[in-house]
């Protein structure tokens, strides 16, 4: 018994992915490159997702999904930025989908006492469908992914690096008086 649980669960480890377990531990900041979505003052309802340009001062520029240049947002008019943690998918839900459905029908079929019922499941019958529906509830889980986001602080848009100093301006030194 113990050596089918271990089993199992090595299984379910290796449905759920390393990336779904190292998604958390990524940190918090935005980077040029990130998938972002941005969420307007004027329209909480409204929002542009895509790409992470560059922010200056007062705006943050991203590729949006819908548009072939960057655009550019005022920082005054952001209410929320999001960050995607990428595409993930449902096994864990469609594991428990399929096999709460098929358990279900299983036990139905197996307190069916009609005399002449051609059905006639017993418990093994009963597991056996509930492994089939929940090994196909788990891979239809597995195929229909959706993307997760998490909220971060506008303070976390990676600001342009510095002007390289002026090596060819004068250097101007005061000039002591009275010696």
């Known amino acids: 018994m113990r050596s089918r649980l271990r089993f199992c669960v090595a299984v379910l480890a290796l449905c759920i992915g390393p990336g779904r377990l190292m998604s958390q531990a990524q940190e918090a900041g935005v980077k040029p490159g990130d998938r972002i979505r941005v969420y307007r003052v004027a329209d909480p309802e409204a929002r542009v997702t895509g790409t992470f340009v560059a922010r200056d001062a007062s705006d943050l520029q991203l590729l949006s999904d819908n548009a072939k240049a960057p655009i ?59 492994g089939v529906l929940g090994a196909a509830g788990a891979l239809i889980g597995t195929i229909v992914r959706s993307e997760s986001w998490v909220e971060v602080p506008l303070a976390s848009l990676e600001l342009p690096p510095a002007p390289p100093a002026d090596s060819t301006a004068p250097i101007v030194a005061p000039i002591a008086a009275g010696h």
């Open 72 to 130: 550019s947002i005022p920082l005054a008019e952001v209410s929320k930025l999001e960050r995607s943690t990428g595409k993930h998918g449902h096994t864990l839900v469609g594991l428990g989908i399929g096999a709460g459905a098929g358990l279900g029908l299983g036990l139905a079929g197996a307190a069916s006492t009609e005399p002449n019922d051609i059905v006639g499941i017993d418990a093994g019958g009963v597991a056996l469908i509930t």
